[in-house]
């Protein structure tokens, strides 16, 4: 099995996830997209749900790495760092929602993803509430929060004249008098 290749299907995967939507995805629209048979996916996968977790464990590393940056910038404040984060995570799911909805909406099987990557993901939100793997309970609440709005901004259910920029400010501010607390 070719690692280059099933990063190339992997890149197809993520293309034809966010053209054809959660619901259509599979091995067979994979495969018409690659210009192969289904079967010559199982070379590199074991099945649907491997591709979705191997899509799933690269949206949480592009994460990592983006909330690694963003909390990197030097000069930010609590609240700057509480705006990088959610100005990432929004931007991030905004971009592929399909993936986003892949990594959020069904249970995940955590045993099937990239051994740490969604460690990866939580570490900048982590850090930011001073918090660990072992007690994270404001982290697993802005989660909560951030992944709501996205959510319903993702599903177009808010008004069309909703100020979606002010929801999130709202979110940033109550995080971040959570978190300046919690120094």
Do not use: C, N
């Not at 690659?34 to 996968?45: D, E, N, Q, T, V």
């Not at 990197?72 to 609590?78: I, S």
């Not at 399909?98 to 069904?106: K, P, V």
């Not at 850090?127 to 901004?153: I, N, Q």
């Amino acid at each position: 099995m070719s690692s280059a290749r099933r990063e190339q299907l992997l890149d197809l995967a993520a293309e034809v996830l966010e053209r054809d939507g959660l619901e259509e995805f599979g091995v067979g629209s994979l495969a018409r997209a690659a210009g192969i048979r289904p079967p010559s996916l199982y070379k590199h996968f074991g099945g649907v749900d491997d591709i979705h977790h191997a899509l799933i464990s690269r949206g949480f590393r592009s994460l990592a790495r983006e909330l690694a940056t963003a909390s990197a910038t030097e000069g930010l404040d609590v609240r700057g760092r509480v705006a990088a984060f959610a100005a990432v995570y929004r931007r991030q799911a905004l971009a592929r929602p399909q993936l986003y909805r892949l990594s959020t909406a069904r249970r995940l099987d955590r045993d099937a993803l990239e051994p740490g990557a969604e460690e990866e993901a939580m570490v900048a939100l982590l850090a930011l509430f001073g918090e660990d793997l072992s007690r994270h309970d404001v982290a697993r609440s802005a989660w909560a929060w951030a992944h709501g709005l996205v959510s319903l901004e993702i599903a177009e259910r808010f008004p069309p004249d909703a100020d979606l920029d002010a929801a999130w400010s709202v979110l940033v501010d109550t995080l971040s008098a959570m978190a300046s607390a919690r120094m």
